[in-house]
């Protein structure tokens, strides 16, 4: 089944240069958003996004458009339509994960959860997946304009982060808007050939979702829920930084540094040994193993490494009273 996906992907039509897409999330690609997982373009078990990387799923047929934690879906992170078109299905009642992190079942059938599938003519459609129960108010047959908000990112159905599952197609065949001509095998610069986006989308090999202080070191789920901003009182018993981070590879090094009033309060280089679509990492001291401890500014600052090249920074500053 997944060679015949593969097979689909490489037989774009002719046409496919005169049809293009703009950006279906209202959001900063690399600020707050990114791309978790793109087409995966593998005919075998394993997996490969349009530049051979690794940033996909086996028998992934689209491009997942990711926002930190579950407190940003809740802010409303808007989805459009990605051209002009009519609405040929709409659902909207699927519950989103809850707000606890607890999962949620969703019926049997509606993996995609709250979806809009929209056609643009001449066999080009677009389908929008996991939006945010009740964010959409479309009906089937409604007119949709490029651009126009139709829904919010959201987690529901088979969704284990807030995220928009984004799949278009051409005559029934799934295509990958990044290089929809791409043969078989061939891997493509970061840019696309051909890609179908109105305007560019960057390629991010992996990076930071996001960093942070705390007084201790928190748990995965309290990040992906989304940490407020610390303000760590005097008494604090330590200070911590913590680090989330996407799309790593088996070997990426990940630098974390705590600089106060008085140097260098925490530093660590770590190597990671797993290629991981999300994981976090934490670094700090307890205050009363640092002599002469005092307040004022602490600034963080995060670099991930790939074969020596940066591909993502953070900075994060702090002040203690």
Not at 48 to 77: K, R
């Amino acid at each position: 089944m997944k060679a015949a996906l593969l097979a689909l992907l490489t037989l774009a039509p002719a046409s496919a240069g005169a049809f293009d897409i703009a950006f279906p999330v209202d959001c900063r690609l690399g600020k707050d958003c990114f791309i978790q997982q793109y087409v995966d373009r593998d005919a075998s078990h394993g997996t490969q996004d349009f530049t051979c990387g690794p940033l996909s799923y086996d028998g992934h047929d689209g491009t997942d458009i990711a926002v930190p934690t579950l407190a940003d879906m809740m802010d409303g992170v808007p989805v459009m339509a990605a051209d002009d078109g009519q609405v040929l299905r709409v659902r909207t009642s699927v519950p989103d994960i809850t707000v606890a992190g607890a999962p949620v079942q969703f019926p049997e059938g509606q993996d995609c959860g709250n979806g809009v599938v929209i056609d643009h003519g001449d066999g080009w459609q677009t389908q929008y997946c996991h939006l945010r129960r009740g964010s959409t108010r479309l009906h089937e047959g409604d007119r949709v304009a490029r651009g126009q908000v139709i829904g919010e990112v959201g987690q529901s159905g088979n969704a284990e982060f807030p995220h928009l599952h984004f799949s278009l197609r051409k005559d029934g065949a799934t295509l990958d808007p990044f290089a929809p001509t791409l043969p078989a095998g061939a891997c493509a610069p970061p840019g696309g050939t051909a890609a179908l986006w109105s305007e560019a989308v960057a390629y991010q090999a992996g990076g930071i979702v996001g960093i942070g202080f705390a007084d201790q070191v928190p748990t995965f789920d309290q990040i992906k829920q989304g940490l407020p901003a610390a303000n760590l009182p005097a008494d604090a018993p330590a200070i911590v930084l913590w680090v989330h981070l996407y799309g790593h590879r088996a070997g990426d090094r990940l630098r974390m540094t705590i600089t106060g009033p008085l140097g260098t309060f925490s530093d660590q280089t770590q190597t990671l040994e797993r290629t991981q679509a999300r994981a976090f990492r934490a670094i700090g001291r307890k205050i009363a193993d640092r002599p002469n401890w005092t307040g004022g500014q602490y600034r963080a600052d995060v670099v991930l490494l790939r074969d020596g090249a940066e591909i993502d920074r953070r900075r994060a500053v702090i002040d203690m009273p």
